[in-house]
């Protein structure tokens, strides 16, 4: 009954901007905490980043700050991963997941999550 659709991804220059979108059903939205992470082929899967329940924590890996921004739109049971400024180091396909927690907390442990998205691919040209 989980379901978690990506979508928004696609081929971009160094410089430009995506916005990624993760529509959740079958899920209590709001009890979730959100998370988005990417593996780029022959690499481990990594965080990028996480929001939670109420949109009021997020956390970021060092080399996405001030670059990306992840949001959240309760109503539309949806999340949001803003990607300016791209990279081509930022080529990976990118993964939403939930987390079902107790608290308004974040995590950034893969582990953590219980549901995932089939992924889509973002691919930044040098």
């Known amino acids: 009954q989980v379901q978690l659709v990506e979508s928004g991804g696609g081929f971009v220059q160094a410089g430009g901007s995506l916005r990624l979108s993760c529509a959740a059903s079958?899920?209590?939205?709001?009890?979730?905490?959100m998370g988005w992470f990417r593996q780029a082929p022959g690499k481990e899967r990594e965080f990028v980043a996480t929001?939670?329940?109420?949109?009021?924590?997020?956390y970021y890996r060092d080399s996405v700050k001030g670059r990306f921004t992840i949001s959240r739109d309760n109503a539309k049971n949806t999340v949001y991963l803003q990607m300016n400024s791209l990279k081509a180091e930022d080529t990976a396909v990118y993964y939403c997941?939930?987390?079902?927690?107790?608290?308004?907390?974040?995590?950034?442990?893969?582990?953590?999550?219980?549901?995932w998205g089939q992924g889509t691919q973002v691919t930044v040209s040098s």
């Open positions: 997941a939930a987390d079902l927690t107790l608290a308004d907390i974040a995590t950034m442990s893969a582990d953590q999550y219980e549901y």
């Open positions: 929001i939670s329940r109420s949109g009021g924590t997020t």
């Open positions: 079958g899920v209590t939205f709001r009890s979730y905490a």
